[in-house]
């Protein structure tokens, strides 16, 4: 039997290429893990749009509570209070807790009109104030249009004038600690007695307790009333946004 002997020809057609895949083997699972980052990123986003309000308020008032804790910790606050032997500071801590709980419901209130204005469907019944405005607005003429505008930025622009006038009174209070402390720093002081030694250390103690009440009253009011004020800025803003969006509903739909 003759065996012929020359090069071994190996057909590669037949092997099994272990090393490379279909190009549609790994691309549905690639396109899906794609295609769901796409999706938690638009969500993400989407989320952040309809409560953009509620996010800066958020990150404001967290700032605002680990500045104080840190200060609370230094035991700065405990040496505030405790020096204010007219527990004024009290009643401005008070004050600004009644302004910040109005503040946080209106800029809650305000958040959700705003949700219910950029996705405002007038065939969709809903309370909304952008539903009544267009109830008012609808067939009327442009100038009427422009009067019932106005009228709608004053009655929001009047809602939110309580939480500046809060914000403004924790100064005033903190002004009138000042003068109050002065007055406790002077009452103590008695020229006549001056060279006596023993009545040194009374008018003294009495000067410094005074100068406390007048320092630490000031600061507490003009701290507590620039958080207060930021917080009645976004809320400002949200506000402004919110007349805006109504306003163009009603140009929008009211003229017909």
Known sequence: MNLRKGPVMVDVSTRSDEGR???????????AALGSGLSV???????????????????VNIAGVALL?????????GTALASDS??????????????????????????????????????????SLALRYLSQVRGRP???RAIAASALRLKLSSRIGVV?????SLVLLGLIGTVIGFIIALSGVDPQASAD??????????????????????????VLNLWLMMNYQILATGTVSLITAIVE???????S
């Open 86 to 127: 007219t527990r004024l500071s009290f009643v401005i801590v008070g004050v600004f807790l009644a302004g910040f709980t109005i503040c946080a419901g209106k800029i809650w209130r305000t958040s959700r009109e705003l949700n219910l204005a950029k996705e405002f469907d007038p065939f969709r019944p809903q309370s």
């Open 142 to 144: 442009g100038e009427s």
């Open 41 to 59: 990123w638009r969500d993400g986003r989407e989320f952040a749009y309809r409560y953009l309000l509620l996010l800066r308020f958020g990150v």
């Open 249 to 255: 509903i009603g140009e929008a739909h009211g003229r």
């Open 164 to 168: 500046r006038f809060a914000a403004n």
């Open 197 to 222: 030694v023993n009545a040194i250390s009374p008018m003294v103690s009495t000067l410094i307790g005074g100068m406390s009440v007048a320092l630490y009253t000031t600061l507490i009011g003009s």
């Open 69 to 77: 804790t840190a200060a609370y910790l230094q035991g700065w606050v």
């Open 21 to 31: 895949h279909s190009p549609g083997e790994d691309g549905p699972s690639a396109d």
